[in-house]
């Protein structure tokens, strides 16, 4: 999987944003007012009188360069504020667990679900391969899977293997800790569906444990889905060969993954 170089939706780049249209209205503002110094101050008067007039006039040019520095300051501003970024996917509010439900509270009181990743043995139409089944399938992909756990189904289509379940978690995996450390949901996302050179790429609604989902279509000659979704301190995706369309893709892998990851 490569990595994008700027998470454009992380709380620095929004900062920077911020900032950059700040320095950029700033020397609007510098320039406009000494681009019309001379216009504000006028001709040099000759008698008394003109300059009596001069200096109404003046005044009257000083003001208006004032209101319209005061609209570009305005809009600057607002342009600024409107910059949102992200927290790191690590600082992702936690999952809600059920009333009854009692675990640790992580350092800001918040209690914190357990996560517990268990491959459901069947997902609507997809059962999963097992024992000699799944090895077969487990020699071939050696090396070529994501890093955590992966599981094989067989699916409604024809084919042997109708979909391939991944499941990564940073009590398993250090390297996810530490990217969910510095990267936003989207980037991490991003950085997918980059690697895989998906098309299409699609947000969708990421089900009752939270965090953010999207599906795409892999460059395969048969167009499989692949979605992937993530959160805290999960990150899961499912390739999906039976499907056409990527709302259903999106709706199954919800199904997978709320029947795969549970929270105590």
């Given at each position: 999987?490569?990595?994008?170089?700027?998470?454009?939706?992380?709380?620095?780049?929004a900062t920077g944003q911020s900032l950059g249209v700040l320095l950029v209205t700033?020397?609007?503002?510098?320039?406009?007012?000494?681009?019309?110094?001379?216009?504000?101050?006028?001709?040099?008067?000759?008698?008394?009188?003109e300059?009596?007039?001069?200096?109404?006039?003046?005044?009257?040019?000083?003001?208006?360069?004032?209101?319209?520095?005061?609209?570009?300051?305005?809009a600057g501003l607002v342009r600024a504020l409107s910059f949102e970024g992200e927290p790191p996917a690590a600082e992702a509010a936690p999952v809600s667990q059920s009333p009854a439900a009692k675990a640790p509270a992580d350092a800001a009181g918040t209690p914190e679900a357990k996560r517990v990743v268990d491959a459901a043995p069947t997902v609507g139409a997809y059962r999963l391969l097992a024992g000699a089944e799944a090895a077969?399938?487990?020699?071939?992909?050696?090396?070529?899977?994501?890093?955590?756990?992966?599981?094989?189904?067989?699916?409604?289509?024809?084919g042997p293997v109708g979909a391939i379940l991944q499941?990564?978690?940073?009590?398993?995996?250090?390297?996810l800790a530490d990217e969910k450390r510095s990267n936003t949901m989207p980037q991490e996302l991003r950085n997918f569906f980059a690697g895989a050179r998906a098309t299409e790429v699609t947000a969708f609604d990421a089900g009752p444990w939270g965090g953010k989902l999207s599906c795409g279509f892999l460059p395969a000659a048969a167009h499989p889905i692949?979605?992937?979704?993530?959160?805290?301190?999960?990150?899961?995706?499912?390739?999906?060969?039976?499907e056409q369309g990527l709302p259903e893709a999106a709706e199954i892998a919800r199904n997978f993954r709320t029947a795969s990851e549970k929270r105590t």
């Open positions: 999987m490569i990595t994008l170089s700027v998470d454009i939706n992380s709380e620095a780049y700033a020397v609007a503002m510098v320039s406009i007012w000494f681009a019309t110094r001379a216009w504000r101050r006028g001709p040099v008067p000759a008698g008394a009188v300059a009596e007039q001069a200096s109404a006039r003046s005044i009257r040019r000083n003001n208006l360069v004032r209101g319209a520095l005061l609209v570009v300051a305005a077969k399938y487990d020699e071939v992909a050696s090396g070529k899977m994501p890093s955590g756990k992966h599981w094989f189904y067989d699916g409604p289509g024809e499941i990564n978690t940073v009590e398993w995996d250090t390297r692949v979605c992937a979704w993530t959160d805290s301190g999960t990150y899961g995706s499912v390739i999906l060969a039976d």
